[in-house]
């Protein structure tokens, strides 16, 4: 196995609560990006000092309440499986403030980091303000849900998306990159793939690689896999009879995403 992909493991750490995958800067390639996913019981509450971080709260699945000990926002998230397809709550807490997670119902929720020095207004983002758009032709299709795009300035470094691609097509294609700062052609970004599947013992196969292949793995990645992407192309393809779900996690020295594609692939958005 290489270095990018790091499996699901389901350890209890508190009482009603269970880490499902994440990552740290420290054990990881990323310099930006932290990302963990907690599976929660009813009544459970996690509680996090957040230092010179920012957090976007996910709900994947369930309803929480989350606090910032000043302002409370109750019984939000939208549905009970990701696959359900529509978009869910979310909550941007920024750096230096402390929050806390309580489960209503059982809850799987996600926990977007990255490095921020200026303190911003905690915000719920409503599933209805997500900017839901489909891409792509043929089998380069996809269904996504824009959480944190570059157009909403109300975070310092996050950008958080999530996309559902069905079987039999490839998504983050034609492979692209957005590894230099050379705006505006490309911007800097490191990201993370956390991946489910419908149905859950399905896989996809998901390349990282760049130009002179210093880097170049292919994964099997399976139900509540993270794959780390710190440079190169990142293209993820599905199997028949599966489908793919994937929350995006993003951050870099700018706050933009400005991708090259692989010159080589490029020519099939040519097509018609």
């Known amino acids: 196995?290489?270095?990018?992909?790091?499996?699901?493991?389901?350890?209890?750490?508190?009482?009603?609560?269970?880490?499902?995958?994440?990552?740290?800067?420290?054990s990881s390639q990323l310099e930006y990006i932290e990302f963990k996913v907690l599976d929660m019981?009813?009544?459970?509450?996690?509680?996090?000092?957040?230092?010179?971080?920012?957090?976007?709260?996910?709900?994947?699945?369930?309803?929480?309440?989350?606090?910032?000990?000043?302002?409370?926002?109750?019984?939000?998230?939208?549905r009970e499986s990701v696959f359900e397809k529509t978009p869910t709550d979310s909550v941007y807490i920024s750096n230096d403030?402390?929050?806390?997670?309580?489960?209503?119902?059982p809850a799987r929720v996600a926990f977007c980091y990255s490095i921020s020095e200026r303190s911003l207004p905690t915000r719920l983002i409503k599933a209805a303000d997500n900017g839901v758009e489909k891409r792509g032709i043929l089998n380069n299709q996809r269904l996504v849900?824009?959480?944190?795009?570059?157009?909403?300035?109300?975070?310092?470094?996050?950008?958080?998306?999530?996309?559902?691609?069905?079987?039999?097509?490839?998504?983050?294609?034609?492979?692209?990159k957005h590894d230099q700062d050379n705006i505006p052609s490309e911007s800097m970004l490191e990201e993370t793939y956390y991946h489910e599947l419908n149905p859950k013992q399905g896989f996809v196969f998901q390349r990282v690689y760049t130009d002179d292949r210093s880097l170049d793995e292919t994964m099997s990645v399976e139900h509540a896999d993270v794959v780390i992407v710190p440079r190169g192309y990142h293209p993820v393809g599905v199997p028949d009879g599966?489908?793919?779900y994937y929350l995006n996690v993003m951050a870099g020295p700018k706050r933009l995403w400005k991708f090259s594609n692989d010159p080589d692939h490029e020519w099939i958005l040519e097509r018609q």
């Open 41 to 78: 019981k009813p009544n459970a509450k996690y509680r996090e000092q957040l230092g010179k971080q920012e957090c976007c709260i996910v709900v994947l699945t369930g309803k929480v309440n989350v606090s910032d000990h000043d302002t409370t926002f109750q019984n939000i998230g939208t």
């Open 1 to 26: 196995m290489g270095h990018l992909l790091v499996k699901a493991k389901q350890t209890p750490i508190e009482p009603g609560i269970t880490f499902v995958n994440g990552l740290t800067r420290g």
């Open 242 to 244: 599966y489908a793919s």
């Open 145 to 176: 849900h824009n959480i944190l795009p570059d157009s909403d300035t109300s975070a310092n470094s996050l950008l958080v998306v999530e996309v559902y691609t069905e079987g039999g097509n490839w998504s983050s294609y034609p492979p692209h």
């Open 97 to 105: 403030r402390s929050f806390e997670v309580e489960a209503v119902t």
